[in-house]
């Protein structure tokens, strides 16, 4: 795919669902096997809901604290190889399920990135909010900043995300809001819909991560043959 401007954000759901076309099945196997891995957690988690509500409660079991820091530090290289899934994807690679699971091979620092954005949103969050969720917008793009760039440190990867993302931070929210009446249309199938949904969502923000990168490297200054910027010249 070859985008010659940053294109507006119907156009980048309109490629997701070109991209989408003999490969729905494909990918709704992928986030059916990563919901089959977080099913221990969300029953646990149903149980003591119930249970707190029956008995007038509010107390989580400790099974249900041991699954949640299991999901908190897979989430991490679970983010990581879902990037790498969907960047391929819109790059016109081969995919397959295992490719999912890809993050884990960088465990420590994909925890190490999503232990930072977590902790620097919630940081920021306690001015305000708003500020919270600009920095969090601000980090949208990490996951996919490692893939591309395997021995990048985490915090480097945070620091290109603020810079890529700048200037970006609204488009890249109204591009999240415009998911949000299909998100509430899942939830009358009792979230059985998001298997189709958040591969067309993953979709789009892979092709806006695509489109943004490759408009600003092709803005940067070339460097000629005796390695002077011909900024300079």
Do not use: H
């Not at 980048?12 to 669902?17: E, G, H, I, K, V």
């Not at 954005?117 to 600009?134: D, E, K, Q, Y």
């Not at 899942?186 to 969502?201: E, F, M, R």
Request: proline share 4%; charged share 15%.
């Amino acid at each position: 795919m070859e985008y010659k401007t940053i294109l507006p954000n119907d156009e980048l759901r309109a490629y997701a669902r070109l991209q989408l076309s003999g490969f729905w099945g494909k990918m709704v196997f992928a986030y059916f096997i990563y919901y089959l891995i977080l099913l221990p957690f969300n029953i646990v988690s149903a149980i003591d809901s119930i249970n707190n509500a029956l008995y007038d409660e509010s107390s989580v079991s400790g099974i249900s604290n041991l699954l949640a820091v299991a999901v908190l530090i897979t989430s991490g290289p679970f983010s990581l190889g879902f990037a790498g899934y969907f960047l391929k994807r819109v790059r016109g690679e081969e995919i397959f399920t295992r490719n999912i699971f890809d993050g884990f091979k960088r465990f420590i620092p994909s925890l190490l990135a999503a232990f930072f954005i977590g902790l620097f949103t919630f940081l920021w969050s306690l001015l305000l909010i708003i500020p919270g969720i600009v920095k969090g917008l601000g980090y949208s793009m990490v996951f996919n900043i490692m893939y591309d760039n395997p021995e990048m440190k985490p915090r480097d990867a945070l620091k290109k995300s603020q810079i890529m993302m700048n200037g970006y931070k609204l488009k890249y929210f109204l591009l999240q809001l415009s998911f949000v009446g299909w998100a509430f249309l899942c939830l009358l199938t009792l979230g059985v819909g998001l298997l189709w949904l958040n591969p067309y969502i993953y979709l789009s923000y892979a092709n806006f991560y695509e489109n943004l990168k490759i408009n600003q490297e092709a803005s940067l200054p070339k460097v000629n043959e005796v390695g002077e910027s011909q900024i300079f010249s």
